[in-house]
């Protein structure tokens, strides 16, 4: 049966078509990935390969040099690169994790019950996702210098909280979960909170993947803004810019540091991708 | 039968009004009592959005009206910053000239270039598939790198840009890619696309993903000829409801482009060639701490992005109807 829709599909198209978008999709392929295999050669370029002229793409002689000596230079620096490392890490799954447990506790309410104001909440919700941060960042600076965690890890941390992309689409993800499961659970007796615990939080695992892949996006590459000072608690993305702006030199080891930055959420993208691509089927707006 | 009628009224008239309020408030009071455990989930994550959202929009719409450094107290000025904003101020212009060629540029065409990759590595089988989502969607969540761009188009002749067009002799020098503002514009343009394949393009390729299969097979007994018309009959109107989600992400991104302005470009750009609207912000705001003028200059922001959004939604509302 699956097969006799594929072939009755297929019937429309016209190869020379065919290979015209497949000839596309290969072209603006490349226009994405080039720089990035780019700079990850150049994390493996030794130093005179770096400058030859015309440039190459791809390394000829491959070498750890630019990883030990990032090292190195971060090790003459006021804090040791380990450290920038750990702070990505740090404000990134404190952050996310904040956020999945926040936004899931909020989302299933705005999912699953009519209670007085859930619509108006969730118009504020879609409603803020119109805007971009840009807009609230001098009036957070302020809350922040009230709040006195201007130069400390929650000044980036605890907004991130309550990011709203994360529960509207936890929320969309939520409401296909079926009534009758929830309902079958309040006659066993669970209380709410039972049930959102145990019931609705490991329903929703893939919703989970896509936020910690939408918090990676926001919180691995932040540089920590204005908020922070501090050179102990500053990130690598800082660090990184910091390698660039050292000119020529250091081309290697910015590319270096490049490749670091890049792995990470990368990795987490290719072991999630599944689950996200789940979560986001249920992303639409409804009216 | 009247008679019961008008005993019944006269027994409610006296406490009339405020048995009806009373009402009222009793049920809410039962609403608030049977809902509580929704309120008590909501609490943590409603205090944070309301105090670093909803809060923060509405005291910059009240700073905007006033003169405030964060050393004196704010003090009323009406619409000065505005108006100051509007007409006296040549700098914001250029930055909302150029926010707004981003925007017209980058939106529609990062949109559309969502759409439409989406759908092409929708007709792959399924490990392409991945791969190809991996390949566009890698750019957008690697962190920043968009750096790279900056050893492109560096503007001696170890940029790979100048590199190439030498060698292959179209130029003999070397070009200042990034501080000329000829150029600037377009790179940061084609930067931007590069990265925007992001929560969209995702929410695109799972949305095709569930389109109903046998609306194709119905589509072709009804006498669809080819893809494109599948696409314009089945596909969009089936999908709009991610389509309208990716088109609230993708404009809101394009009117917000600043980071990788300032990182390309520099900070601020030659004649202010990468200005907009948020750079503009960011200089006012966290360098020269004119926070009344920068809270006017967020309330611009605020508006045009809302604004866009709201006139985009409501178009799109009426596709396939």
Redesign the interface.
Known sequence: MKLAIRLKKRVNRSWQVDIMLILLLGVFGAFMAVPLIYVINNAFKPLDELFIFPPTLFVRNATFDNFTDLFKVMKNSWVPFSRYIFNTFFITAAGTAGHILLASAAAYPLAKHKFRGHKVLFTVIVLSLMFSPHVTAIPNYMIMSVLGWIDSYQAVVIPAFAYPLGLYLMKQFMEQIPDALLEAAKIDGASEYRIFWQVVMPLVKPAWLTLLILMMQMLWGTDGGSFIYSEQLKTMHYAMGQIVQGGIARAGVGAAVAVIMMTVPIVTFVLSQSNVIQTMASSGMKD | MQKTKIAAEIMMQPKGRSAGLQGKWEL?VK??KR?R??????A???L??L???????V??IF?SFTHFN?LEPPHWIGWENYSKLLWNDDVFLIGLKNTMIFAVITGPVSYI?CFV?AW??N?LNSKVR?F??????????????F??????FSG?????MN??L??IGIIYEPILWLQNPQYMLTIIIIVQL?LS???SF??F???L??VD??L??AG?VDG????WQ?LWFITLPS???????GA??Q???S??V?DVAM?LAGFPSVQYGAHTV?TH?VDY??IRFE?GY??AI?TV??IL??GS??VV?KLL?RVGE
């Open positions: 809410f609403d608030m809902d455990h929704s309120y008590v989930l909501l943590p994550y409603v944070l959005f105090l670093f959202t909803v809060f923060p929009v005291i910059s700073f964060m270039a990759f092409l590595i007709e991945a190809m989502t991996l390949v566009f969607f890698a750019p957008s969540i690697s962190g920043n790198v750096f790279i761009w900056q050893i492109i001696d002749s170890y940029g790979i590199g190439f030498m060698k590069w394949l992001g929560t995702l929410a390729i799972a949305g993903q569930t299969r046998t194709y097979e072709a669809i000829k080819n893809r599948e999908m709009r409801p991610q389509l309208m989600f609230v992400i404009i809101t991104s009117l917000a600043a990182a948020v912000l705001g966290t926070m920068a809270s967020a922001l605020f992005m809302l959004n709201l939604q509302k």
